[in-house]
């Protein structure tokens, strides 16, 4: 988005004022007008002229205190650790692929990628009772996801050999664009493919196999608070185990280098209160 | 598809064998290996080896006799004419959208693109309730749209002015790779944007907005005869006026060029039976 200012988006405070003064809080990043139609019909996450925290229009969480309205802020169930609850926007966005695409029981549904989003999406997936599989390339991340899902190492490589197209629903977290075009080819005839990658560039995707199997591509972005503090505080998954390194706020731009590094999943940074 | 073969899949003739023998008939150009489980489910159309008239392992309509299982021919009604009758399958692809994407009485539906493709799916909204607007470069061509239906013109142009996000349903029927994104930014958040076109090289599309959005991209093709009959025999769209030139079968090369030629909607080819 261009954005110059204060990052971060996903943190665990306390609210210095308003109804929820000195409780433990999470808050939705996207503030809207309250007035367009977006807004009118509950959905400031796509209201034209909305801030986002730390995204655009709006100081992030990298520092000692934040602003957001007090309708964008959920108090935290005491029964979740702060380690968790920080993982409640990624994790509420895992869960928007639920709301994305419609699945049944016998629904087959398949992950691309074994990184930090991709395993949230297994989570979410699981919290609604599918096991799935992951196509990813770090068979030691197994271990970081939910009993009964199965991590595939050496299919979504360019240069790995052929698959049936048989996923009736695929969802896309590589964060790379270049895996697109084979996740594509893995999905069925008729099947969808769940977009939660936001890629930069403009990226290159062939579409006549799109138009040819008729499959659904679904952008899906942001998700709703609730679900995912309901879920933290009812069967939470282990999150906590994908923080790599904690820093505290003075060595914030030793915390993003961590952060950028190949296989690292999560950098909490603390302020002191 | 790289078909080497006579071409053609738009076509009304009599039957020589067969249960419908002696009858006028049109059929479905799938033609599936009758065991996979797409086949077994009734759609023959995404039957991995599927042969598909005159495009994929079938020798085509452009011929004095050509070949399909008999289970894919379908009688004509015999109140519509040849002349309208060779609409089926294209009109059958147009009646695709209304499976591809649920239409309730308020969902805004537009069209992209007023060739052949676009007028036919215009009456294919029009079929079913909807008054929709057709952005186009023809404005001759509101003669040809159903009543209620308008043609707009320099929207789809990648110098024209910015408009609203507003489309809840786009229905992208152009055949040029270049207006996709363009007919991207006229679809709303949580819109839908209905890919007709099979275009044939890599498409660049702007995937961000598509994430961010949080817009669907649908794939649709081919579609079933039945209701094009259904149509073409209740209410029939004036679809005979797209018709531009007739040639007989031996002046097909040159029925070719014409076809080929900008502004010319449909071509017949007719063999003297």
New interface residues.
């Given amino acids: 988005m261009h954005f110059e200012g204060v990052p971060g988006h996903e943190f665990v405070g306390v609210a210095l004022d308003g109804p929820l003064a000195g409780r433990r809080v999470v808050g939705e990043i996207n503030a809207g007008c309250g007035e367009c139609p977006?807004c009118r019909g509950g959905?400031p996450r796509?209201c034209p002229t909305r801030t986002v925290l730390g995204i655009l229009g709006r100081p992030g969480a990298f520092a000692e205190e934040l602003s957001l309205p007090t309708g964008n802020l959920l108090p935290v169930p005491e029964g979740i650790s702060d380690e968790l609850a920080v993982f409640t926007e990624p994790l509420a966005a895992a869960l928007a692929v639920l709301e994305?695409v419609p699945l049944t029981p016998s629904t087959r549904v398949g992950v691309a990628g074994d990184g930090r989003l991709g395993i949230l999406v297994a989570h979410a997936l699981a919290s609604a009772g599918k096991e799935v599989v992951v196509f990813g390339r770090h068979p030691e991340r197994q271990a970081l996801l939910p009993r009964g899902c199965e991590l595939v190492p050496g299919v979504l490589e360019a240069d790995s050999p052929p698959r049936r197209p048989e996923w009736e629903v695929l969802v896309e977290a590589t964060g790379s664009?270049a895996v697109?075009?084979r996740a594509l080819e893995l999905v069925r005839?008729?099947g969808t493919l769940v977009?939660?990658?936001?890629?930069?560039?403009?990226?290159?995707?062939?579409?006549?196999p799109?138009?040819?199997?008729?499959?659904?591509?679904?952008?899906?972005?942001c998700g709703r608070f609730a679900p995912a503090l309901e879920l933290l505080a009812s069967d939470p998954p282990p999150l906590e185990k994908m923080i790599d390194h904690r820093f505290p706020l003075e060595e914030a731009p030793g915390a993003l280098e961590v952060a950028g590094r190949q296989g690292c999943l999560k950098v909490l940074i603390e302020v002191s209160g």
């Fill in positions: 977006a959905d796509h994305a664009a697109l075009a005839p008729r977009l939660k990658t936001t890629v930069e560039e403009a990226s290159t995707l062939p579409l006549a799109l138009v040819v199997n008729e499959i659904r591509l679904v952008g899906s972005r």
